[in-house]
């Protein structure tokens, strides 16, 4: 598997002389499973990954959505292959308990929001709304979702193809005292526990043994706020000794992180956890797993 990110910034998009190393548009992600192009999010990094698929003439994309906060779908409408006839689009995420994500796609084209309707697309789009759990084929590459301790309905993936794993692990408070999703918060304290572990489980069988696992280190430890449903550096770090994760790629930075705060952020986590090899992953970063 080859793994490109086009979009690492978490929130909102920057442009500032702060963030020219790193980037500043929201997470998008190409991944080349041995010819099968699959992409994780639609932050305004798709954009200039869509141009680039167009150019190749790649004709099957298969989009996997975390969940659908903006900043992870707000460039969707701006993917140029959405525009492309003869091209199929296949798109997925966590299924909702009361719309689907072809349905909230659509509204975010609605006017007065967006001048172009999502049925005014030139490609053939596929919508799937995935069970929690639901492990499926995509090409050679084996699929797995699991849902996120993150408001809404939010899930992370597992890519398993040709003997290596790539794990998405953005958006989750993963060890925090609360529970953000939606229909997570009805229940017993003990029933909450249970559910708030289940979820800590679920994480670690998305990252277990993981070549390179993408992980959600918005805040910095003495950051960190309980309501908002993001993890912090230390977190990322606990995460990959306990799954075993042989690299690590910090992800959606904040919007004020400036690139010497990353370089010293990796620099470290990198003293405390030297077995792992570990990065904060920057706009245009190419990694053969």
């Given at each position: 598997m080859e793994v490109t990110f086009w979009g690492v910034r978490g929130s909102y998009p920057v442009s500032s002389p702060h963030c020219v190393r790193y980037g500043?548009?929201?997470?998008?992600?190409?991944?080349?499973?041995q010819g099968s192009c699959i992409v994780i999010d639609a932050g305004?990094?798709?954009?200039a990954l869509g141009e680039q698929l167009?150019?190749?003439?790649?004709r099957e994309i298969h989009l996997l959505i975390s969940h659908t906060h903006w900043d992870h779908i707000h460039g969707f409408p701006y993917f140029a292959p959405l525009h492309e006839r003869g091209t199929r689009v296949h798109i997925y995420s966590l299924a909702h308990a009361d719309r689907t994500i072809c349905q909230i796609l659509d509204q975010q084209?609605?006017?007065?929001?967006?001048p172009v309707q999502l049925e005014q697309a030139n490609a053939a789009l596929h919508f799937t709304d995935l069970a929690e759990g639901q492990q499926w084929q995509i090409g050679p590459a084996n699929v797995l979702c699991k849902r996120l301790n993150h408001p809404s309905?939010?899930?992370?993936?597992r890519i398993e193809c040709a003997g290596k794993v790539f794990a998405y692990v953005s958006d989750t408070d993963l060890y925090?005292?609360?529970l953000h999703g939606a229909g997570m918060g009805e229940g017993t304290d003990d029933v909450l526990e249970d559910r708030r572990l289940t979820l800590q489980r679920g994480t670690v069988e998305l990252a277990q043994d993981a070549d390179l696992m993408v992980f959600d280190s918005f805040f910095l430890p003495d950051e960190y706020k309980d309501d908002w449903g993001h993890s912090h550096t230390d977190d990322a770090l606990r995460l990959s000794e306990e799954a075993r994760v042989r690299r690590t790629a910090l992800?959606?930075?904040a919007p004020n992180r400036s690139d010497e705060q990353l370089?010293?952020?990796v620099e470290d986590c990198g003293r405390r956890a030297p077995d792992n090899t570990l990065l904060a992953a920057a706009e245009g970063d190419h990694l053969v797993l």
């Open positions: 500043g548009n929201t997470p998008c992600i190409e991944i080349d499973a305004t990094g798709i954009y167009v150019k190749r003439g790649q084209q609605q006017q007065p929001f967006f309905y939010t899930g992370g993936f925090g005292p609360r992800f959606h930075h370089d010293a952020l």
